[in-house]
């Protein structure tokens, strides 16, 4: 499963990479105004980091405006995936973008049906936002596991399932063990998946048995 990270924050950008723990970035209009940073030059620095999609956001909700704003953005770099909402408009622009052979990243998913149109218009990507199912007493993981079974049944859908809105591990490991392509993760969840308490108890009793040898390796 390839891990891409939310955020538009290009110093925790820059940190994760160096993990080798990237596959990409997914942005938002939201994350863009918490990094305080003009999108274009948000968007460029990022793809000059990651080499894999980097998902840029447009914020116009008609399609003539999608497509100008999407043309923009993927001109900014060439692994540049456009985001677009999924409305009528926003399948609109998607099929005319994919046509002109730019990714792009359908998102604000919260149905299978919804999912089914995205891959019908020629999305690249499909983002289901498992969180804000869950924040509503959803079950966000359902939604994935229909959505990877729906797409399973036609070998001629190219859309990846990038399962969005993560809010803890769990999403993680649910998302890989139901077989979703993408998870993008907020630094701190994608930090989390390292932790857990006995490897750090475990390791302080290796190295203070260790220390007792008085001996070094090299
Ligand atoms: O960026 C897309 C999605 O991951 C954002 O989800 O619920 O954390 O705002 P959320």
């Given at each position: 499963m390839k891990f891409f990270v939310d955020t538009a924050d290009i110093a925790e950008i820059r940190a994760l990479a160096e993990l080798g723990m990237v596959d990409g970035v997914t942005t938002n209009p939201s994350l863009v105004a918490k990094s305080g940073r003009k999108m274009a030059e948000v968007i460029a620095e990022i793809c000059s980091v990651v080499a894999g999609p980097v998902s840029a956001e447009v914020t116009a909700t008609d399609s003539q405006g999608m497509l100008r704003e999407g043309r923009f953005l993927a001109r900014i770099a060439p692994n540049v995936a456009v985001k677009v909402p999924l409305t009528v408009d926003g399948l609109r622009a998607c099929r005319e973008l994919s046509g002109e052979g730019t990714a792009v990243n359908v998102t604000l998913c919260f149905s299978a049906a919804q999912a089914l149109l995205a891959a019908k218009a020629g999305a690249a990507f499909i983002s289901p936002f498992v969180g804000r199912l869950d924040d509503v007493?959803?079950?966000?993981m359902d939604l994935i596991a229909e959505i990877v079974a729906i797409y399973a049944n036609y070998p001629n859908f190219r859309t990846e399932v990038l399962v969005a809105s993560v809010r803890h591990p769990i999403h993680v490991v649910q998302a890989a063990k139901l077989g979703a392509h993408v998870a993008t993760l907020p630094p701190g969840v994608l930090r989390a998946l390292f932790n857990h308490p006995l490897t750090d108890k475990g390791l302080a009793a290796f190295l203070a048995d260790w220390a007792r040898t008085n001996q070094t390796i090299a």
């Open positions: 007493g959803q079950e966000g």
